[in-house]
């Protein structure tokens, strides 16, 4: 028995930190989504911790024309005050994550017009992040509540229905009522849960 | 404790072997195959090789499509063929590909369809196209899955297709983007951009006629491009290229509002007619054109809704001439009302509505409010009209 118990503590061991995903380790719909360590595209380590008891909307973009497309609408989602619409919450509460090196991230911020005081941008060239949140389409979105759990992603490897070819008009809207669908509380009166490990 | 010792070795041995086994062929640095929810199956599914694939393991397959040029080949199309080389019919349900520049296409008998059925022996075409306009330069990797029909709530993926491919950009722009910044309306912008070309695009400048050289072109009819001086070939860093100075002029008559546009880089063909050089490149412009009339918000969300029922969102303007208003929308989907005018009131509510009419799917479309003295200001309408229920 004690054997047994072992081999299980082994494997867990093992397989606990393997670098090969199931499909039951992906985030999905309610889950807690798993923990981000990147660099900014200063080179400094940023943490999703950063948006503790806040919710955020994370992106994660490849810089192709759907990538484009989409981050230029949300671009203007940004300009339009729709985010902190009925909010109390300072700071940038869209993290998007770019598949590639600082300074093609800057481009394609520049490029779409994301709001640099309202997106936190983080490189991500080895593509391992977006791996761990199963991202594999582009463009990619999680909307994640004050709890880090996730409510909406347009993805149906994480029990989402929808697909990531909807046009750019249609995966903003759907995203931005997912963000108007969050609980408007202060951030003082939010939970204290902790968004991630 | 030996035997304790002993065991724990092993059993971090068997694992790393499993996990060696499950990980494929992948190299350090090498990203990993996305496969998450995706059941491998055992199928006799093969793609047959062409020049430039090699196989990475049983179900996955490479290939390399060398270095391209944005400007040369703005759409990479390739072609494989399917086959069922085993004893068992085969249905491929769908194609899925990693990145939304991918098109993707199941051909049976020349004809294009969603999924099929491949008996032993048959074989199935899938057509690859992948949009290059906006990509980064560099090495990049896309994916492309054949799936089979979902079992117990998995895909299961019946085969892989690596495409490698290096991005090159012939024609680069300086600045990469224009941003307008806030102008004041009535009083137009003019910016600055030079577009830096290989010099083998055109062998010898000098030579050819206006109607050859580097064009930018924009939709927005307030937004016109003018050539300063001629192409000049230049060194930059070590290599010899062509520079082509533009200045973008933004009109003083531009509607208010949020510009988002693009300039097209539009050179037309060479005189020889041998390289296409009508390429999606293009440089996005940006910025805010102010003036005596404000609206509040400046691009109104409806976000995704159901379809069937008239929805309402609130603009607030505000003018020096509130009392003078009208507004319209561009689609017949998309109705614009203003509030009675209020001499005393500083602002003026425009309330714009999605009718119950309104078709299924993104909407994209604008109200224009015009002053008395024709001053415009577009504030775009975006929705997304879903099924009751969906």
């Known amino acids: 028995m004690k054997r047994l118990a072992f081999v299980a503590l082994c494997l867990l061991v093992a397989f606990g930190t393997s670098p090969v995903l199931a499909a039951n380790d992906l985030p999905r719909t309610g889950s807690r989504v798993p923990a981000i360590i990147l660099p900014d595209v200063a080179g400094h380590p940023r943490r999703l911790t950063e948006f503790k008891n806040r919710p955020l909307v994370l992106f994660f973009f490849c810089g192709c024309p759907p990538c484009h497309a989409c981050a230029r609408l949300w671009a203007d989602v940004q300009q339009a005050g729709e985010i902190s619409r009925g909010r109390s919450v300072t700071g940038p509460q869209t993290v998007a994550v770019f598949l590639g090196d600082a300074e093609a991230a800057r481009r394609f911020a520049s490029e779409t017009g994301l709001d640099p005081a309202q997106t936190l941008l983080l490189t991500d060239p080895s593509d391992r992040t977006g791996q761990r949140f199963g991202v594999i389409q582009c463009p990619r979105v999680f909307v994640l509540d004050a709890g880090g759990r996730l409510t909406y992603t347009n993805s149906e490897n994480n029990s989402g229905t929808d697909s990531p070819r909807l046009s750019a008009a249609a995966l903003v809207s759907r995203t931005l009522t997912a963000w108007r669908h969050l609980p408007t509380a202060p951030a003082s009166k939010v939970s204290a849960a902790r968004m991630v490990p | ?390």
Request: proline share 8%; with cysteine; net charge neutral.
């Open chain 2, 1 to 390: 404790m030996r035997n304790f010792a002993l065991t724990f070795f092993a059993t971090l041995l068997l694992c790393a072997l499993l996990l060696c086994a499950v990980s494929g062929t992948a190299q350090a640095g090498e990203l990993a195959l996305p496969h998450p929810a995706t059941a491998p199956i055992p199928s006799r599914l093969t793609l047959l090789p062409v020049p430039g694939m090699t196989i990475v393991d049983r179900n996955t397959y490479r290939y390399d499509a060398g270095v391209v040029d944005v400007i040369r080949t703005p759409r990479l199309e390739r072609t494989f063929t399917l086959e069922n080389d085993g004893k068992q019919p085969v249905t491929i349900a769908r194609l899925r590909g990693s990145c939304g520049c991918e098109e993707l296409r199941l051909l049976r008998g020349g004809k294009a369809v969603l999924s099929t059925r491949l008996d032993p022996g048959e074989t199935a075409t899938l057509h690859l196209a992948i949009h290059l306009h906006g990509g980064q330069s560099g090495p990049t990797r896309k994916y492309l899955w054949v799936d089979g029909p979902e079992a117990a709530g998995q895909t299961l993926s019946l085969a892989l297709l690596e495409v490698d491919l290096s991005l090159r950009q012939s024609v680069s722009f300086t600045p990469a983007s224009l941003n307008f910044g806030k102008v004041e309306a009535g009083t137009g912008a003019a910016l600055p951009l030079t577009v830096s070309l290989d010099s083998d695009l055109f062998p010898d400048p000098g030579l050819l006629p206006d109607s050859v050289l580097p064009l930018l072109q924009s939709a927005d009819p307030d937004l016109q491009v003018e050539r300063v001086g001629p192409l000049q070939r230049v060194e930059e860093g070590g290599e010899e290229r062509l520079r082509q100075a533009f200045q973008v002029l933004l009109s003083p008559t531009a509607h208010a509002g949020h510009l988002s546009g693009d300039l097209r880089f539009t050179a037309p063909r060479a005189l020889d007619g041998s390289l296409s050089l009508l390429a999606g490149v293009s440089v996005p412009v940006t910025g805010t054109v102010s003036g005596a009339l404000d609206a509040i918000p400046a691009t109104v969300f409806f976000g995704s809704l159901p379809a069937g029922k008239p929805v309402r969102r609130s603009v607030v303007l505000s003018s020096v001439m509130l009392g003078s208003l009208s507004a319209s929308g561009d689609a017949p989907w998309l109705q614009a009302t203003l509030a009675p005018a209020d001499p005393s009131a500083k602002h003026r509510l425009l309330t714009v509505t999605l009718t119950a009419r309104a078709p299924l799917g993104p909407l994209q479309g604008k109200v224009t409010v015009t002053t008395a003295r024709g001053e415009r200001l577009d504030i775009p309408v975006i929705a997304e009209l879903t099924k009751s229920g969906e």
